[in-house]
């Protein structure tokens, strides 16, 4: 017995020394120990839930895919995304406006009403974006993206006008006017850019007229903006020619991304650079939402119905364990700033620049073409498990919430650019092993939590946890994933808690816990009341 105590003593005085000699090479690095002090009385008020107001998706078409419709289904339940925007709802795969030998225009929404009904059983809502242009009804030829988006301005406004119309009435009579009250209708995507509108910005502002009064002339109270511009563009000028011609307006849209160099690059050959400006993206909500403010419509909403670190589906940091702290980064710089933060997209069922060969090519999604899950589906996860109190919380890099019955949560994480700079293109950095260095310890300390038993569950994304790309390149990059090396890397990167312990907490005493902290590591405390 005594020998058995004697070696208890020894492990955990070797346990001691370990952490002590870790605190001491942390403190000898010059990294402070990070603490987030927290009064469990004290609220800031409901959480704000915008980061999963709104979904991307490529186009309409990949929408009538079982597997892409298996997949929406499984974000909206984990992450809780309550609309989706997606490209093509017009365009010719999706059979909407053709004419007749007379020249008669005829209409014909059973594809949309396929998907839009799918939608609607899953709880998730329409973003309306209204393009790409039919053929029948274009001006010209010029297409974009594999799938070829026609986009030219139509060749008769008033027909495209009554489409839009149709289309509206459509709706109304499937679904209801108060279900539609409740959708978003966007005119077109990125006209400021010559490959995604092949007119001018009055151009695009004829069109966006003729689409508003159409909408509003079956029923006032749906809502319509625009102008969806890459790059938070054109967002005074609408406004102002809204109010100066007044045509109705329910909100501005725009669109940002983290990178620098490039334009329109669908295959990613001319190469990225994530931006070391540590207000990339959430610098253009703030500077939009400025905008509007000091406009004269100052009660619009503000809807960014894309953004992501970069803008090409063939950029691995979408890929990459950095993206999830990327993302937790700057919806939090971003704050009250916008009504929805759209992520483009939740999945790699996406064909811009047609099918793609690899299992890991750096698409957009969320989830993989197999399923898998990326290591930014799990920042969004997180941020849907978060009770819907906010906290007070002085750390800019955190979160902690309670929700109704006393269970708290944490979500903290550490952002670090770890990019080399403007020599290395994000092709070929983030394709690499990319160990996380230290970061020092993360101590929470969470004063007045009323005294009782609490289960700690803590879930953790980062280097090798929930890192999907990093157990692909382990497997040693294969071209394709058989179905056993795709069940491998889903049950190494599964989400399941790291781990699980019964705390006591007395009354006077704060809860704690010190956590050990990497570049780009993410956790979430679930503090459970027993």
């Not at 070696?7 to 690095?29: E, F, T, V, W, Y």
């Not at 939740?346 to 060969?357: H, L, V």
């Not at 957009?364 to 898998?372: A, E, N």
Request: aromatic share 12%; hydrophobic share 35%.
């Amino acid at each position: 017995m005594k020998k058995n105590i004697g070696l208890l003593m020894i492990l955990l005085m070797a346990i001691g020394g370990s952490s002590h000699a870790q605190k001491k090479k942390d403190q000898q690095a010059g990294i402070p120990s990070r603490v987030i002090n927290i009064d469990f009385n004290k609220s800031s008020g409901k959480l704000n839930t915008m980061f999963n107001e709104c979904v991307g998706a490529g186009r309409a078409n990949e929408g009538l895919r079982a597997d892409w419709q298996q997949q929406l289904a499984y974000v909206k339940k984990e992450c809780g995304f309550r609309y989706i925007r997606m490209h093509g709802l017009l365009s010719d795969d999706m059979a909407v406006y053709t004419q007749d030998d007379k020249g008669n225009p005829v209409y014909n929404y059973m594809y949309i009403d396929v998907l839009f009904d799918f939608l609607h059983s899953i709880g998730v809502k329409p973003f309306v974006e209204l393009g790409f242009m039919p053929s029948a009804l274009a001006s010209g030829p010029k297409t974009i993206f594999w799938w070829r988006g026609n986009v030219t301005p139509p060749r008769d406004y008033e027909r495209w006008g009554a489409l839009v119309e149709n289309l509206t009435r459509h709706f109304t009579e499937r679904y209801g006017a108060e279900e539609v009250k409740t959708w978003y209708f966007e005119v077109w995507n990125e006209p400021n850019l010559d490959g995604f509108w092949a007119g001018t910005q009055d151009d695009y502002f004829k069109l966006y007229t003729y689409s508003a009064k159409a909408i509003k002339s079956v029923n006032a109270s749906y809502r319509v903006g625009g102008p969806g511009t890459a790059g938070a563009a054109w967002e005074p000028e609408m406004i102002a020619y809204c109010q100066k011609h007044q045509v109705p307006i329910d909100f501005i849209s725009t669109h940002a991304y983290g990178v620098k160099q490039g334009y329109l690059d669908e295959f990613g050959r001319s190469g990225t650079v994530l931006d070391k400006n540590p207000m990339s993206v959430s610098g253009d909500v703030l500077q939009s939402r400025k905008e509007i403010t000091n406009s004269t419509m100052p009660q619009l909403e503000l809807h960014y119905t894309e953004w992501s670190a970069s803008y090409t589906p063939a950029d691995p940091i979408h890929d990459s364990y950095h993206e999830a702290a990327y993302v937790l980064q700057k919806i939090k710089q971003v704050g009250n700033a916008a009504n929805s933060m759209s992520y483009w997209v939740f999945t790699d069922i996406f064909e811009e620049a047609g099918p793609r060969f690899t299992p890991f090519h750096g698409g957009f999604g969320m989830l993989s073409t197999q399923g898998i899950n990326k290591p930014v589906f799990y920042a969004y996860q997180f941020m849907n498990r978060l009770g819907n109190t906010e906290l007070v919380n002085n750390d800019s890099t955190s979160w902690v919430c309670k929700d109704s019955v006393g269970n708290i949560q944490v979500l903290a994480w550490d952002f670090t650019n770890t990019h080399p700079g403007d020599s290395v293109h994000n092709q070929d950095y983030y394709v690499r092993d990319l160990p996380a260095f230290s970061k020092g310890k993360l101590k929470v300390s969470i004063a007045n939590v009323p005294e009782g038993n609490y289960a700690l569950e803590i879930y953790k994304v980062g280097y090798r946890n929930n890192d999907a790309y990093t157990s692909y390149l382990s497997l040693g990059k294969p071209a394709q994933l058989n179905k056993q090396q795709v069940e491998q890397i889903k049950k190494q990167n599964d989400g399941a808690p790291v781990s699980r312990e019964m705390v006591a907490v007395k009354a006077g005493l704060p809860f704690t816990k010190e956590l050990d902290i990497r570049e780009n590591d993410v956790f979430l405390l679930n503090i459970i009341r027993l």
